[in-house]
T-cell receptor
């Protein structure tokens, strides 16, 4: 089955700096890679996703890149703000089946 | 703004008791997922359904957990008998037909003493 590894487990940045979170996956058949943001005590919220026919996708301050050959994908947050502080999860799945999540990255943005 | 709903939001019970958690997927979504979240194991997929049919429940301890979809608007996850190691937050998520996204409910925080 799919195995997703996520790094780093914690990340602290200054407000305004960029943050990068990286994930690798094991199943070459996976074709859907979402990222979720989870604030303390809240539900995971989908913030961006990418499919395997695309190499990069951007939505305002967040972007995701995918390298299918190397089986890794990354989340980039630019101009970070304190409200970006949360736990971020990557995930991988084939056609929305059997989605596997990374262990999460706790991002702290210091004002 | 349609959202997945879950009840109860919190449940405290004693070991050995039956626990039933309920989920109402977003109207029109045909895929429903159950996840368990703990500090140690992170987010684990327990089971999922498409068009009310169970597709995979290999993540669930079969002897005590069961998941069903009595109709398109209700999914249930039952634990019988419950054990302290079942303490976790249980999330339900739903996804639309012909799309890959999953939208999570608020979760049920279960504590088994």
């Amino acid at each position: 089955g799919e195995n997703v590894e996520q790094h780093p487990s914690t990340l602290s940045v200054q407000e305004g700096d960029s943050a990068v979170i990286k994930c690798t996956y094991s199943d070459s058949a996976s074709n859907y890679f979402p990222w979720y943001k989870q604030e303390l005590g809240k539900r995971p919220q989908l913030i961006i996703d990418i499919r395997s026919n695309v190499g990069e996708k951007k939505d305002q301050r967040i972007a995701v890149t995918l390298n299918k050959t190397a089986k890794h994908f990354s989340l980039h947050i630019t101009e970070t703000q304190p409200e970006d502080s949360a736990v971020y999860f990557c995930a991988a799945a084939y056609n929305n089946n059997d989605m596997r999540f990374g262990a999460g990255t706790r991002l702290t943005v210091k004002p | 703004d349609a959202r997945v709903t879950q009840t109860p939001r919190h449940k405290v019970t004693e070991m050995g008791q039956e626990v039933t958690m309920r989920c109402q997927p977003i109207l029109g979504h045909n895929t429903v997922f159950w996840y368990r979240q703990t500090m140690m194991q992170g987010l684990e997929l327990l089971a999922y359904f498409r068009n009310r049919a169970p597709l995979d429940d290999s993540g669930m301890p079969k002897d005590r957990f069961s998941a069903e979809m009595p109709d398109a608007t209700l999914a249930t996850l039952k634990i019988q008998p419950s054990e302290p190691r079942d303490s976790a937050v249980y999330f339900c998520a739903s996804g639309p037909n012909r799309a890959y996204e999953q939208y999570f409910g608020p979760g049920t925080r279960l504590t088994v003493t």
